[in-house]
């Protein structure tokens, strides 16, 4: 086990043996000059620099690194280089002495520049904190940030180890005053391939706070997010989680297979002049490519204008079946607090000019409270079919509380089951908890309302023309509808019954 406690001079290509466990102890350091230094054994050092780096030298081949050992801390105003230098050294140490690739973060590290990570079949990268609190911290600060730059960017090999898994955890990337607009990236819009693993690469127990974008992601499968918290009290247009499909440069742009469970995010003090969202869709004109498969369970969401704003493409190319629509999305056992705009938006721009839809979504379990606009509002306003629009949706088992307009608002829309929902001291005297207009196959059972006051709506439910192939049956208004439980348009088939 050698030991260094004085300064060790290269200048040529070096590579340290695998069996070697190098112990550093007080005045020992590595000086690494205009060559590069491999070790394939591992280090044991304190949270202090050991390697001194001269005219572009480097160390690769550690598995288990800290940026404190390139400089990083100790009053440096920007550490991104450090923590770069880190993320090198451990992405090219494929074939070096065993163990998980760890890039370990104590912090606090302001920086003026962001930093990335490369992730392969050859290396799945970890980076692990002590906690998103007051330690383990990426400060963001200055005003040289790029457009676009995030402070954290995960991106894809474009070589033969192209699988990319990954571990993110325990620490927190924080806006101190910086022009930096996103916190953590995943997936870059220029790369010929997706960040895909072959299982769910993670992030976990990490902290985002006050850029205009807390993630995006884009070009990127198979990641899950647990215990994510994003907050952006001081963005009034700010967004939690942005999902994106960039302008077609490729053949395929898709994203999804995706979770977040068990995360948080607030947005500022709801203001209906603003455009803050918990969850956004954008799916860029000419894209090729969707999204698909994004899970949300046990998710909070604060004060956004929309909780969920997802629509699908304004201009959408189809090539290989590839279309721009949103598929397969699941929000299950949510809570969307008040005061807020809306809980869920479900917006297709699809027609029979442009190609595209919203479909297979699941509203399941959730808690509303507090909506100043719609609880769940579906609208296709271009459909001129019954393809190309908001379709196939599931609205059930869920509880709203003190909605100061309509429960749910489907426009041109196909394919809705709304059942078994609970509506609760909703004030709307001038229109319906429910409506539909222009919809077609819908049914409407076992929803219930309630009142702890005086709270009325005009009717519970509503089915304005033209609208056809729809059951309203065993819906209970509770004492709330002031004139009647039901309203429905003449549909040549129709079922309506047993409401009161």
Not at 67 to 74: C, F, Q, T
Not at 149 to 166: C, G, L, M
Not at 325 to 349: A, E, F, H, Y
Not at 426 to 449: D, K, R, Y
């Amino acid at each position: 086990m050698p030991i260094v406690n004085t300064t060790q001079v290269f200048t040529s290509n070096t590579t340290l043996d695998r069996d070697q466990v190098w112990t550093f102890e007080t005045g020992g350091y590595f000086e690494v000059d205009g060559c590069t230094l491999r070790i394939e054994g591992s280090v044991i050092a304190g949270y202090r620099t050991i390697f001194i780096l001269k005219n572009g030298g480097k160390v690769t081949g550690l598995r288990r690194v800290c940026p404190e050992w390139w400089g990083a801390g100790s009053g440096a105003a920007n550490n991104a280089p450090y923590i770069q230098a880190a993320i090198n050294c451990m992405e090219d140490a494929f074939n070096t002495s065993s163990g998980p690739l760890e890039l370990v973060l104590t912090g606090p590290y302001p920086v003026t520049e962001g930093v990335s990570l490369t992730p392969s079949s050859l290396n799945n990268l970890h980076v692990t904190g002590g906690g998103g609190g007051i330690v383990s911290r990426l400060i963001a600060k200055g005003s040289g940030w790029s457009a676009g730059q995030a402070v954290v960017t995960v991106k894809a090999r474009n070589d033969v180890s192209k699988t990319s898994d990954f571990e993110l955890r325990g620490f927190a990337i924080v806006n101190e005053g910086s022009t930096a607009r996103i916190g953590l990236q995943i997936g870059v819009e220029t790369d010929d391939y997706d960040v895909q693993g072959q299982r769910l690469s993670l992030v976990e127990d990490v902290v985002i706070q006050d850029f205009p974008v807390g993630v995006l992601l884009q070009r990127a499968r198979l990641v899950k997010f647990h215990r994510l918290g994003v907050w952006l009290e001081n963005q009034p247009n700010g967004v939690a989680v942005r999902v994106r499909v960039p302008a077609a440069t490729i053949s395929r742009a898709e994203v999804g297979d995706s979770e977040f469970e068990n995360c948080e995010f607030a947005g500022p003090t709801y203001n209906a002049a603003n455009s803050a969202y918990g969850v956004e869709t954008v799916i860029e004109a000419s894209a090729i490519g969707g999204i698909q498969a994004l899970r949300f369970d046990k998710c909070i969401f604060h004060k956004f204008n929309d909780a969920f704003h997802l629509a699908d493409g304004t201009s959408s190319t189809t090539q290989n079946g590839y279309r721009s629509n949103i598929t397969d999305i699941w929000i299950t056992n949510c809570q969307m607090d008040g005061p807020c705009g809306r809980g869920v938006l479900l917006k297709s721009n699809g027609s029979s000019a442009n190609p595209c839809w919203i479909s297979n979504v699941h509203i399941f379990g959730c808690y509303f409270q507090g909506s100043a606009l719609e609880f769940v509002k579906m609208e296709s306003p271009n459909a001129d079919d019954q393809v190309h629009l908001v379709k196939s949706v599931f609205v059930s088992n869920n509880w709203s509380n003190g909605g100061a307009k309509i429960f749910l608002d489907a426009y041109k829309a196909a394919g809705l089951t709304v059942t078994d929902n609970q509506i609760s001291d909703l004030t709307w005297a001038s229109g319906p908890a429910i409506e539909f207009h222009t919809v077609q196959n819908v049914v409407c059972t076992g929803n219930l309302m309630r009142r702890q006051s005086n709270e009325t709506v005009q009717h519970m439910v509503q089915v304005d023309q033209p609208s056809d192939w729809y059951v309203i049956a065993n819906n209970n208004s509770g004492g709330c509808a002031t004139a009647g439980a039901v309203n429905a348009a003449t549909g040549a088939n129709r079922v309506v019954q047993l409401n009161i």
